[in-house]
């Protein structure tokens, strides 16, 4: 058989312009809605890889959430750790809780799987009221010297806290990225695609799965205790709520596009659209929301974004890798671009 | 020499349905034995057993002399068990490239230039090269075959143990496939092969075994073993002209 030459291309031309524009949102000068705005996008990225790579449908993924904003309210009042220092110590607290609740939650499968992640935050809220000293049910307000210590002006501690919550949420799409491009990238879309055929091919499927969910919920939690930052106030429902932390986030990933990165990113920016023209009709809101992802789930099941990308072969970060025959013959869909 | 593979009183049962039956069966370095039985005769469950998809119920299989009964399907790709499954399974959401560099950075663990280049060899001797970039979701049901044969041998298997890949070729198609696993074999990889198209079969076996109903009804030279009297019996008619 003759060598062939060839080379290996990760993206095409036009979509390194689109990636180069990507950050057209960023001049966004209403503070508090864009710093929302990155919380979900941190969120829906996380749920993202949990559930369009690894078939990981958690519904409990306001556990960490939580986790992470009680661990700002702890290690603030009772250690005196900076509150803008909380952030990474949150993601560690979370990634060795998730390890335990990963042997329990993991004996289960599919439906089961998502239950059980919900009951498992039940219980973490359960003992969140329990919690006297950070309030109990009622929850808690962050003293005043430890607002004063995150900046000494109203203006300077949002500033902060914005660029945090941005920092992290780029922090881990760039990570989900750069993870996806590399060789683990390749076994996560495998086992989206098939499980049993990803462990024939030597992929080690559960060590993958649950290496993701302990670094998914790390994040989460990172992301909860920047919540909690903005809000300055903690109590269970708000830190455990399955609406605010996860029901929002699955709309966002599934009408955007599970199972590529660039679907959270598209479902974020449609559920600011929605909630920012919809919220003054109340109850309809929630009602075109839901009508809203009942449609894409059955007319464009990949999502706005699986829908475009199917019909343009559009890529905003594009993790494929393309074989470019440099002698004769050249595969299907020739490209002329160089890397 | 221990053989490449061996499986000593390997048996399988789910609820009243018996699909290996004490079976015993040994593989040396370079061989190619081909597997026959009638449909439901526990053919695939025997690959699923050796791949480790499930364990058996009882007994042992070994490669090169070690006992592998308890390793994971992955672990199993690693040492060298390449699969293609009957029933398509690609990474619909991955290129035809891509599917074949999942097996050669997880199962062969190679580094990318020779995965890359290897993916390329494997592509080329498949005739999968046109489609290289091509979504493995949009290739029609004989390409998948390929596809299957190709992903399989991107790991750099020793063993590799294909599942009825000739089923509904043309007969040019079927000369194609024949001669690409006498290639593959060439490069000292063992083969098992499941197939019911027998005049492939036996154009690049040295030993066949037949099955039927989970247990071992013949085994031995291949025309020996068709002109016996038990496969005549199961196969009367169906594939006579083999």
Redesign the interface.
């Known amino acids: 058989m003759s060598a062939q030459s060839f080379r290996i291309e990760r993206a095409t031309p036009e979509s390194r312009i689109a990636l180069a524009a990507g950050p057209w949102w960023m001049d966004r000068n209403d503070m508090r809605l864009a710093g929302e705005f990155f919380v979900y996008l941190g969120l829906a990225t996380l749920w993202n890889l949990l559930a369009g790579y690894a078939g990981l449908v958690s519904v409990g993924q306001q556990a960490y959430v939580g986790i992470g904003g009680y661990c700002l309210f702890a290690l603030a009042i009772f250690l005196g750790v900076p509150p803008v220092l909380t952030v990474p110590l949150a993601g560690i607290v979370a990634a060795i809780i998730a390890v335990p609740v990963s042997w329990l939650v993991f004996r289960l499968k599919g439906a089961y799987f998502a239950i059980g992640t919900w009951v498992v935050a039940e219980v973490f809220l359960l003992l969140a009221s329990q919690w006297s000293s950070l309030g109990g049910g009622s929850g808690i307000s962050l003293p005043i010297s430890l607002i004063r210590s995150i900046g000494s002006s109203r203006a300077m501690r949002e500033y902060i806290i914005y660029y945090e919550t941005v920092g992290v949420t780029v922090a881990i799409i760039v990570a989900v990225y750069i993870l996806l491009r590399s060789r683990w990238g390749l076994a996560l879309q495998a086992i989206r695609d098939g499980e049993m055929a990803a462990e024939t091919c030597g992929v080690s499927v559960a060590n993958a799965k649950r290496l993701l969910y302990v670094v998914a919920c790390a994040g989460a939690a990172m992301i909860g205790a920047l919540i909690f930052m903005s809000k300055l106030r903690i109590s269970p429902t708000a830190a455990f709520s399955v609406n605010d932390w996860t029901a929002f986030v699955i709309f966002i990933t599934v009408i955007g596009g599970i199972g590529r990165i660039e679907g959270p990113v598209i479902g974020t920016i449609l559920f600011f659209l929605l909630r920012e023209t919809l919220s003054d009709l109340g109850a309809w809101y929630l009602i075109v929301l839901g009508a809203a992802a009942v449609g894409v789930m059955l007319f464009a099941p990949k999502g706005i974004w699986g829908l475009l990308a199917d019909r343009f072969g559009w890529q905003l970060f594009p993790v494929g890798r393309r074989l470019v025959l440099t002698g004769g013959n050249t595969p299907s869909a020739p490209s002329s671009s160089n890397t | 020499m221990a053989p490449l593979l061996s499986l000593k009183s390997v048996s399988k049962r789910f609820g009243a349905v018996v699909v290996a039956d004490n079976i015993d069966l040994s593989l040396n370095e370079g061989e190619a034995l081909g597997i026959l039985g009638p449909n439901g005769a526990g053919k695939t469950s025997l690959f699923n057993m050796i ?3 499930f364990s058996p119920d009882a007994g042992h299989i070994y490669y090169r002399g070690s006992d592998i009964t308890k390793l ?4 199993r ?2 040492i060298g068990i390449g ?1 293609s ?1 009957q029933i398509p ?7 035809v ?3 074949l ?3 050669g ?5 190679g580094d ?1 230039a020779t995965v ?1 280049a290897r ?3 494997v ?3 498949t005739g999968m ?6 979504l ?1 979701s949009s290739l029609t049901l004989l390409e998948r075959k390929r596809l299957e044969l190709a ?1 399989a041998l991107a ?1 750099n298997p020793k063993l590799l143990l294909l599942d009825e890949i000739a089923g509904g070729l043309t007969p040019h198609e079927c000369e194609d496939l024949i001669a690409a696993i006498r ?1 593959i074999r060439a490069t000292g990889v063992s083969v098992i092969w499941i197939e019911h198209v027998v005049h492939a079969l036996l154009a690049v076996i040295d030993g066949l075994f037949v099955l039927n109903q989970g247990a071992k009804l013949a085994e031995g030279d291949p025309r020996t073993v068709m002109d016996s009297p038990e496969v005549h019996e199961i196969y009367l008619g169906v594939e006579a002209d083999a």
């Open positions: 791949a480790g998809v994971t399907a992955a672990q790709c690693r699969r499954f399974q690609p990474f619909g959401g991955l290129s490239f891509e599917n560099c999942v097996t950075f997880f199962g062969a663990r990318h890359e993916a390329v060899e592509l080329d001797l090269l046109p489609k290289a970039n091509a493995a992903r790991g290639k």
